[in-house]
Nanobody, 118 residues
Framework: QVQLVESGGGLVQPGGSLRLSCAASGIIFSTFPMGWYRQAPGKQRELVAT???????NYADSVKGRFTISRDNAKNTVYLQMNNLKPEDTAVYYCNAGSTGPLGGAYWGQGTQVTVSS
């Protein structure tokens, strides 16, 4: 059974930082492309950042230079370091396994809320 468990969300002021983590089980993690997606209220889910099994990365234009995706294959975990957060980054962030495409792959986590507000 595949499980993706996100953690690290919360409330942060504009300009602040958060690091999201996603622990995976039930897959051969090192072989899977991984990604972070987000969905804001009233909007469609969108790709934030992806990382291939060889650690090639891709970012949405809106987060380039502020967010960094990384993976630790020894810990079966993917991270999203978010710096200089803006109110428009407020969303539920989802971890995904299986694709680097805009719609994501087959496996999703339950999501973690990130709220950027003063």
């Amino acid at each position: 059974q595949v499980q993706l468990v996100e953690s690290g969300g919360g409330l942060v002021q504009p300009g602040g930082s958060l690091r999201l983590s996603c622990a995976a089980s039930g897959i051969i993690f090192s072989t899977f492309p991984m990604g972070w997606y987000r969905q804001a209220p009233g909007k469609q889910r969108e790709l934030v950042a992806t990382i291939t099994s060889r650690s090639s990365t891709n970012y949405a234009d809106s987060v380039k230079g502020r967010f960094t995706i990384s993976r630790d294959n020894a810990k079966n975990t993917v991270y999203l370091q978010m710096n200089n957060l803006k109110p428009e980054d407020t969303a539920v962030y989802y971890c995904n396994a299986g694709s680097t495409g805009p719609l994501g792959g087959a496996y999703w986590g339950q999501g973690t809320q990130v709220t950027v507000s003063s």
